[in-house]
């Protein structure tokens, strides 16, 4: 165990590659856990959806069998394995809400095993094969923080990483860290020409949040191969630690499963938000077309 | 002159070393934009502030006195320069509007030397050695767009690119490239530990406006140091141009006078934003709190 201070919270993030078979994931990510909090982790963030292989790749009504009750069955075991730690654990889940509401969905829960509440991943892609729009219904909860035993935590989900709107709402509601559980990754035909920039232009986003906001940020991404031995998605892990000025503290390998662990001072969020005084300065005034989708 | 088409436009960015006196500064950079159009610029972006030192290192009343009415003897030199050069021009001034109100003002000219119109810097910083709040009173233009020849150019200024907001709200207007006249430095004592770090967080968070619009998006910024010998700030240049997916199409040096010419292809802005649909998914139902302070 890490020595911790009120000065502190140490961030652990669970990169794994996932198996067809959702128990076998779930013992595999309970086990992370337990290995995060003795290497002194105390707010755990696990991938998106870390229980099943990424079954977006294709639109089948069956697999909506994957999707569990909040609370359900993983939950407990969620539950369980705050409370055994002591730790905070943000873990992304298949909801079923009712019969034909399904949704992308993270879940916290504190350091006692208690369940603060949930986040409804609001933005929902749609590409070829992340077919996210057949399977989630858009959150209907907003934005939203949770008050931990380790801090203040915002968790957002993969895509909605590239909406500033997202992480600005976000940390106005005092976030000190923003966690996104995420499964992206290369079509491996494109790769070679345009792998670089895209898992480039993913990180950047996530730090440029970070900075904007003065809040640390965390992403936690999948590793592997995944779908056809001829396409498919290869998810590129590089999960990441920035701190509030978008300095990269640590980052995970692209194919390695590790669990990441990141000390974060608060002392660094109170003087990056001194030096760089941007919330002080935001138009609130001048700022209501935000509500616009396109501007004539 | 570089052969041109409907599918491309071509900027121009000056950066400049700024002497004490304005004259000297206006016709040097008069000089540069014929250089760059010759080298194939038709929308040329000059720096921050080019007219003059940066004079809010320091809170004088005098230093009023650089301030000009726009239209003014300035403006006139530069629509003359947009029409013997055929270049778009996007200048950035310091205005005076009326005895105590004063602006942080970019106008822009098109290739015909008609005034498009201006902007008024809506973020204004203040901080040591960057006394703006002083100087300039927050713009009340809010964000524009101007059609010209080659193209639907947004201007905002320097503190501006820091707020996603600004970029958004350009950006949702139809600009196909963000113009961020800037003039940015390190504090010397600042820079061996801190510099890297504050540059890198600079570029970032513009080519992030790149990302989140789907837009190309230029940053232009003085060198030189100017300041006292022992203090001052040292304007890291820098100046670049960067793709609609945040990539680095050309960068000028850290200390040199150059004139940056980069062809930018409409293609690739269609491209993008079909692969990368950030637009078609803003949840505008779930932004209206960002007109908020802070949200408890």
């Not at 491996?188 to 898992?199: I, M």
């Amino acid at each position: 165990m890490t020595n911790i201070s009120a000065n502190t919270f140490t961030l652990g993030l669970v990169q794994m590659r996932c198996e067809a078979e959702p128990a076998a994931n779930l013992e595999r990510t309970l086990s992370a856990i337990h290995r995060a909090a003795r290497n002194g982790a105390q707010i755990i963030c696990l991938q998106e959806l870390f229980r099943s292989s990424y079954f977006c790749q294709r639109q089948d009504p069956s697999l909506f069998d994957l999707a569990e009750t909040i609370p359900g069955p993983t939950t407990e075991r969620l539950a369980l394995a705050a409370r055994e730690t002591g730790a905070v654990i943000a873990a992304s889940l298949f909801e079923r809400r009712t019969a034909g509401v399904y949704h992308n969905t993270a879940v916290v829960f504190d350091a006692d095993g208690r369940m603060c509440g949930l986040y409804r991943k609001m933005h929902i892609p749609d590409d070829p094969l992340y077919f996210e729009k057949y399977y989630f219904t858009p959150g209907d909860t907003g934005f939203r923080v949770f008050d931990t035993r380790y801090g203040r935590v915002g968790v957002l989900v993969c895509w909605d990483q590239w909406f500033p709107e997202a992480a600005r709402l976000t940390a106005l509601q005092g976030a000190e860290v923003l966690l996104y559980p995420t499964a992206i990754g290369w079509h491996p035909s494109e790769k070679a020409e345009y792998g670089a920039a895209q898992r480039e232009a993913w990180t950047l986003m996530q730090r440029s949040h970070a900075i904007a906001n003065g809040v640390y940020v965390a992403a936690v991404n999948r590793i592997g191969h995944e779908g056809s031995a001829d396409g498919g998605l290869q998810f590129w892990g590089s999960s990441f630690v920035c701190d509030p000025f978008g300095v990269i503290l640590g980052q995970s390998s692209e194919e390695g499963e590790e669990v990441l662990v990141v000390p974060c001072d608060r002392r660094r969020l109170e003087d990056v938000r001194r030096n760089w005084p941007f919330l002080r300065d935001r138009r609130i005034d001048a700022y209501g077309d935000l509500t616009r989708r396109w501007i004539q």
